[in-house]
């Protein structure tokens, strides 16, 4: 019989961490057997068509991820960004928890932060901490302390170079797939998709025909909207939403913007390199994981240097060509899926069993 294995997370959308959590599933599922919880939403129907049992919770609840515990008896949970810690390193007291943070969060890094202090409180209570680069463990302050640091293992995400590249030729019906500017990510805070709009607004006083994309959803949409029509770029910026295959899109962009404001790894970006696709990013947390300065693509520390970054691969052909074959060095870096469930199996079966000996 194999384990089983209860995956938390407290969004009801699709994203990066979701995507992981999913992939996690798939690459491990012949020796876990897998569930997954989270608020109802539309992540349900994303989860059921990949086989994997959905357990809606009512709400952030104890009581709600509690429920769900009772429902699935996992054998360990797997709690995916901070609050999932939390509720399940106290609901699950008598079955492992590892937890996975996948964004490096700017509370980390102040100690008296009520959610950074709650962090470390209760990682004594959490069988191991998975991180997505060295960025999400330097910004967290209380990572320096031996008793929570010894936890941490640094797991980068995955990319499945193979299946990103096929999916990139798959067939789409609808909008054009062209675009000069492209934006991929879930339209919050975090991602910081307004000031895409303003870099689009710089570019367009060069390049009035710029065209550009926007692919997510979250809860600034309507937002993004309104400002891109108060922007006067009705024409220039196409509001798409959230789309089930994202890679054909980013196959034929000239590039890819990521401003976010924090991010812990950047998936966006790793799989921009894998399709050839230069990167202008922000220089925050992860990013740097998935963009090599200068190489595939460029880190800025402003929205005035990305604009002048995005202009100057818009206009130099032989600069868009030497970022796209850099790529080729950026993609050599990262994990596949059987190296990354090669160690994510290895920390189930070492946690699986040293819960045994309590």
Known sequence: MKPRVLQVLMTDSFSGAESIALSIAEWLGSDFEFAYASPEGAIRDIVSSHGVPFLGLADHSLKSVSLAIERWAPDLIHAHDARASVLCSTVGRTIPVIAHWHSDWPWMRRPMDPRAACLAAISGRLTAILAVSEAVVDEFYWSRLPTIRRRIQVLPNAIDVGLVRSRALQPQQGSSLESDLLFVGRLAEPKDPTMFIHIVKRVRSRFPSVRAVVLGSGPLLSSICTARDNAGLSQNVSILGQVDNPFPYMAHTRVLVCPSRYEGFGLAAAEA?????????????????????????YLCASEEEMTARVLSILEDDEEYLRLKTGSCTAVQRFLGPQEYASRLSTIY???????SRE
């Not at 220089?283 to 740097?288: Q, S, Y």
């Not at 079966?349 to 819960?355: E, G």
């Open 273 to 297: 390199a894998v399709l050839g696709t230069p990167v202008v990013a922000a220089r925050v947390g992860g990013l740097g994981s998935a963009v090599l300065d200068g190489v595939n693509g």
């Open 349 to 355: 079966r070492q946690v699986l069993k040293d819960s």
